[in-house]
């Protein structure tokens, strides 16, 4: 369907799965480590209690790096990436499968061993927690390294490599602050706002940090990767509207959600709350719709049809989340309770 | 109020929409290629600012 096919959306999942348990490990290690604070203080207590809340984000992500890997053995994929195309031969695909399959294995092991101290040894579990996280993460910053081996670490290798592992700092923490924010909305606790948001432009600098690795990444292989076709275009289009949208919600409407929880009792105007929703929506719409399209590189839509698509994704999930926030948020809020 | 490096950011997204117009009209990446590293600059900003 559209030049789209089965072995793509393995692909593309495999790719979801190992940037958000990365994303989940990589902030969940922050969270804990902040948790760590000498003065004992309550913020202690809220970091601890929001970076074990990312395990069960990490958990969804091994879930799906998991179903997506046992299908991936057995098929071959190719890549492209960013609109920008760059094709790893079969023999790169399956050389990065023979060395990344055993630690894959032994991974799921470790999330198994995480999973029965989580469960059975919670004290353990939370003491640990930072040194779990740090392992989970440097296990899937390896596996999320090697879409592709060519054999040395040549200029296409260190494009394969940045252009993978961005998606742990881009699209993985996008959904670890959407995520973060939703438990936010859902327990109605201002100490936890209070303690969340500022965190908010620190994660920030680390999403814009990850699309400037994927530039520079693309800048090595440059005259090899080019190809000027609708997706190249409409993927430029989106990563430029990524920025401006970026720019905006980072900036002014994170600086104006910290004031409203600092100024306890103030809250943000509806038009600037209204901002704020809708900002969120292109930014997660924006991440999904550059790393899906991505991993399609045989789509036979025009570009009129690609921003047909996007806008369409945009105005669903801003409609989702106008739903969410009258519904489910409250179920979310009575069990996180 | 915008700070420096968030308006950086924002001419290197509005140059990226444009320069890809102009990668599509002329041929030229001239433009794409300067919002690029106007892109690198406004994030180092951001980095390195207290």
Redesign the interface.
């Known amino acids: 369907m559209f030049g789209m096919e089965f072995l793509e959306f393995v692909s593309f999942a495999k790719q979801l799965g190992l940037a958000l348990a990365g994303a989940a490990a990589f902030w969940g290690l922050v969270l804990s480590i902040k948790s760590h604070h000498p003065a004992k203080g309550p913020e202690c207590i809220i970091f601890d209690w929001l970076a074990t809340r990312l395990f069960f984000l990490l958990l969804a992500g091994f879930g799906i790096a998991l179903c997506a890997w046992i299908l991936f053995l057995f098929l071959m994929p190719v890549y492209a990436h960013e609109g920008i195309i760059l094709v790893p031969s079969q023999q790169e695909v399956i050389r990065a499968l023979e060395i990344t399959s055993p630690v894959f294995a032994v991974w799921a092991v470790f999330v198994l061993i995480s999973l029965w101290l989580n469960r059975f040894k919670p004290v353990l579990f939370g003491e640990w927690l930072s040194g779990i996280y740090v392992a989970h993460f440097i296990f899937l910053l390896f596996l999320i390294s090697l879409p592709a081996w060519s054999g040395n670490l040549n200029a296409h290798q260190w494009f394969y490599i940045g252009h993978s592992v961005h998606s742990i700092f881009t699209f993985g923490s996008v959904i670890v602050l959407d995520f973060l924010v939703l438990i936010s909305m859902a327990v109605r606790s201002p100490a936890i706002k209070e303690h969340l948001y500022p965190m908010f432009p620190l994660i920030?600098?680390f999403i814009?940090?990850g699309?400037?690795i994927d530039?520079l990444s693309v800048?090595l292989v440059f005259d090899d990767a080019i190809q000027?076709t609708p997706k190249f275009?409409f993927m430029?289009?989106v990563?430029?509207?990524?920025?401006?949208?970026?720019?905006?919600l980072?900036?002014?409407i994170t600086r104006k959600m910290i004031q409203a929880v600092r100024n306890k009792g103030s809250e943000m105007s509806k038009n600037w709350m209204r901002a704020a929703d809708l900002c969120g929506v292109i930014s997660v719409s924006s991440w999904f719709t550059i790393t899906f399209t991505d991993f399609f590189h045989h789509l036979t839509f025009q570009y009129w049809q690609f921003l047909l698509a996007y806008v369409s994704l945009i105005a669903t999930l801003y409609a989702g989340h106008k739903i969410m926030q009258l519904f489910p948020i409250a179920l979310i809020g009575r069990h996180a309770e | 109020?915008?700070?420096l490096n968030?308006a950086l950011?924002?001419v290197?997204?509005?140059s990226?929409?444009f320069?890809?117009a102009l990668?599509?009209l002329t041929g030229s990446f001239s433009v794409?290629i300067f919002?690029?590293i106007l892109?690198?600059v406004?994030?180092s900003v951001?980095?390195f600012e207290k």
Do not use: D, H, R
């Not at chain 1, 990563?239 to 905006?248: A, K």
């Open positions: 920030s600098k814009w940090v699309l400037g530039f800048a000027m275009f430029q289009t990563v430029g509207i990524l920025i401006i949208n970026g720019t905006i980072s900036g002014p | 109020m915008l700070k968030e950011l924002l290197a997204g509005i990226l929409v320069g890809v990668v599509y794409w919002a690029k892109y690198g406004g994030v951001f980095i």
